[in-house]
């Protein structure tokens, strides 16, 4: 019976995490855009600005060249955040797993609207 309490309440947390960074950037409030932003301009920008990419010019944030990547979705956005990759740093000593998620999604939602003007 133990095991079976702990096997639902294992998966249970699976089945959230798994829902919760599902979660897509216009199903978020205008407050964790905000905060994403905030997050982009302090860590992401000097290398992303206006979406681009300073270091390796074919790895922007822009929409066609997140789906070319397979990059075109919170949870591989939250992926390379947090664990890097080649030339990303990783960011999961200094952003939070929720600083990652809103970062993310504003990542994504600025690439779905060309990263124009907020």
């Known amino acids: 019976m133990k095991r079976l309490v702990v096997l639902v309440f294992s998966l249970?947390?699976?089945?959230?995490?798994t829902i919760a960074s599902q979660v897509g950037a216009s199903e978020l409030g205008a407050s964790e855009l905000h905060e994403g932003s905030q997050i982009f301009t302090t860590h992401c920008v000097g290398c992303?600005?206006?979406?681009?990419?300073?270091?390796?010019?074919?790895?922007?944030?822009?929409?066609?060249?997140?789906?070319?990547?397979?990059?075109?979705?919170?949870p591989a956005i939250v992926d390379i955040v947090t664990n890097g990759k080649a030339n990303?740093?990783?960011?999961?000593?200094?952003?939070?797993?929720?600083?990652?998620?809103?970062v993310a999604a504003y990542v994504l939602e600025r690439?779905?609207?060309n990263w124009k003007p907020d």
Do not use: C, P
Not at 12 to 17: R, T
Not at 54 to 62: A, D, E, M
Not at 88 to 100: F, G, K, Q, V
């Open 88 to 102: 990303m740093s990783a960011y999961r000593d200094r952003l939070t797993e929720h600083e990652i998620q809103v």
């Open 111 to 113: 690439a779905e609207q």
């Open 12 to 17: 249970w947390i699976v089945l959230a995490f």
């Open 48 to 74: 992303h600005v206006n979406g681009g990419n300073i270091v390796r010019r074919g790895k922007t944030l822009k929409l066609k060249a997140l789906q070319k990547n397979q990059m075109d979705s919170i």
